[in-house]
């Protein structure tokens, strides 16, 4: 039997009763079980409204929390939308095909921003800010899957930078020095007129990495702000003013060599590696170091953009990857494999870094000098992102 526990107002002859919800006055022998049961509900009435009270406080505290975090991160993944296709993207070309006057205000426009003051550094250039940049963020991309992307976006930065900062936008020009592998020494790129200068002096300055200060062509002379460092465990931009120095390798053996990697032939071995990983490490390793190596003095060192021959020789490693992905377009635009960390120095041992995958959502951070970008957003050179082609 069931029974109601009834409380009379406290008036004048009110008193606490139990009515039995059956109508039945006579069943009062249950009383005490029917007020037990009562307690006990309304004690797991309370308890589950407070359960309930705390679900909704910490559903909100995420809530909140999530809130906050996607306000802080916006900033870094905006870029993230889809990249839409861009129109007429302009063409890319190699340097003895401009005309003279194009050739002069492309060196008009590097000049004009080793003049510019760094955005963080005083007593460098905007220049220098991108041998900083090169080495601070670019170090563990040698070496890996994110070399060709993060190199492609670095180009980028510094393309628009001329035409931002120092009204340039005849497009970043490339040096097929394949056309130059029967000798590198001789090739136009190196002209004190329509070129960059040539060999450093050796009797001139102090030598760095085997090269001495350049004394002719439109960078004699120029002042180079950051230097590379080995700190025991990586490379480190260390602040010393020197003169931007080359000293191109002597007739032998070694410069063979440099000269056969960058040869037609070398190239359509590369260019004929089917999967990326493999067309990589071939054209990084032979190709792209052929260069550096044979140039020696700034340019073999991680802040190698402090000589501007850099951004031709980069745009040139771009191309053949370009070209690369036009052979198969379907299959080959967005491969992408092999590790994600620096497999030779620097960062975390080599048995950990084996084992960690790049993947097309990494991330490439560029410091203060640009956006974070998706890798995926780089496959494509035809984007609103990017907008260029060869």
């Not at 260069?291 to 980069?314: E, K, S």
Request: some cysteine.
């Amino acid at each position: 039997m069931n029974y109601l526990k009834v409380f009379s107002a406290p008036m004048k002859g009110s008193s606490w009763m139990y009515c039995p919800l059956d109508g039945n006055p006579d069943h009062h022998d249950h009383s005490d079980k029917l007020e037990d049961t009562v307690k006990r509900r309304a004690t797991h009435t309370i308890k589950r409204r407070r359960d309930n009270l705390y679900d909704v406080l910490t559903t909100t505290a995420c809530i909140g929390l999530l809130g906050l975090m996607l306000v802080l991160s916006w900033d870094r993944w905006k870029r993230y939308e889809p990249q839409i296709a861009c129109r007429d993207p302009p063409q890319r070309r190699e340097w003895r095909t401009l005309r003279p006057q194009e050739q002069q205000s492309y060196i008009d426009a590097v000049l004009c921003l080793s003049d510019r003051p760094s955005i963080f550094e005083p007593g460098s250039s905007r220049f220098d800010d991108m041998a900083y940049l090169h080495l601070n963020e670019g170090t563990i991309t040698h070496y890996a899957a994110a070399f060709l992307p993060f190199h492609r976006y670095f180009i980028h930065i510094f393309e628009k930078a001329l035409g931002k900062e120092c009204g340039y936008y005849g497009g970043l020009p490339y040096w097929d020095w394949s056309l130059d592998s029967s000798d590198l020494a001789l090739s136009p790129i190196w002209r004190d007129i329509g070129g960059f200068g040539g060999s450093g002096n050796p009797d001139i300055g102090e030598e760095i990495s085997g090269g001495h200060c350049i004394t002719s062509g439109p960078f004699a002379y120029a002042t180079r702000h950051w230097k590379a460092k080995w700190n025991g465990n990586n490379f480190e931009p260390v602040a010393k003013p020197h003169c931007l120095s080359r000293g191109f390798v002597a007739p032998g053996a070694d410069k063979d060599d440099f000269q056969k990697g960058i040869a037609p032939e070398s190239l359509a071995d590369v260019l004929a590696h089917p999967e990326y990983d493999g067309f990589l490490k071939i054209l990084e390793m032979m190709s792209h170091n052929s260069i550096p190596q044979f140039v020696q003095g700034d340019f073999f060192l991680g802040t190698a953009p402090n000589d501007p021959v850099f951004y031709l020789h980069h745009a040139q490693v771009d191309r053949l990857w370009w070209l690369w992905q036009q052979e198969d377009a379907e299959h080959r635009l967005y491969a992408f494999q092999g590790a994600a960390e620096n497999q030779l120095f620097g960062g975390s041992n080599s048995s950990e870094k084996a084992s960690v995958a790049a993947s097309l959502n990494d991330v490439l951070t560029f410091g203060r000098f640009g956006d974070h970008v998706q890798i995926r957003d780089l496959m494509r050179t035809d984007t609103s992102l990017l907008c260029y082609k060869y």
